[in-house]
Nanobody, 122 residues
Framework: QVQLKESGGGLVQPGGSLRLSCVVSGDRLRFYTIAWFRQAPGKAREGVSCISSNYGSTDYKDAVKGRFTISRNNAENTVYLQMDNLKPEDTAVYYC???????????????WGQGTQVTVSS
């Protein structure tokens, strides 16, 4: 049974940084494409960033390009989301998700984590 566990969320001031981690257990991370999603209060969940399992190709939602960086460490079974220059509109619950396909596709995921809260406020 594949499980995903997010950590690293918290309260940060605008312009600050956070690094989210997603630890995969129950299988080897290298078999999975990993995506980060977020859901703000009253809004639908949206894909934020993704890193593929084959060549480590990355994808970013336009709103986070240049501010967020996704990376993976297959040896540690962990995917990271470095979030810099955070804005109040980045406030949301952030989820990581695993897809057994080798490309990024936000429309379907095999497994989900429980989420971690990110709040950007002064």
């Amino acid at each position: 049974q594949v499980q995903l566990k997010e950590s690293g969320g918290g309260l940060v001031q605008p312009g600050g940084s956070l690094r989210l981690s997603c630890v995969v257990s129950g299988d080897r991370l290298r078999f999975y494409t990993i995506a980060w999603f977020r859901q703000a209060p009253g809004k639908a969940r949206e894909g934020v960033s993704c890193i593929s399992s084959n060549y480590g190709s990355t994808d970013y939602k336009d709103a986070v390009k240049g501010r967020f960086t996704i990376s993976r460490n297959n040896a540690e079974n962990t995917v990271y989301l470095q979030m810099d220059n955070l804005k109040p509109e980045d406030t949301a619950v952030y989820y990581c998700a695993a897809d057994s396909r080798q490309w990024c596709d936000y429309s379907y995921q095999d497994h989900w984590g429980q989420g971690t809260q990110v709040t950007v406020s002064s």
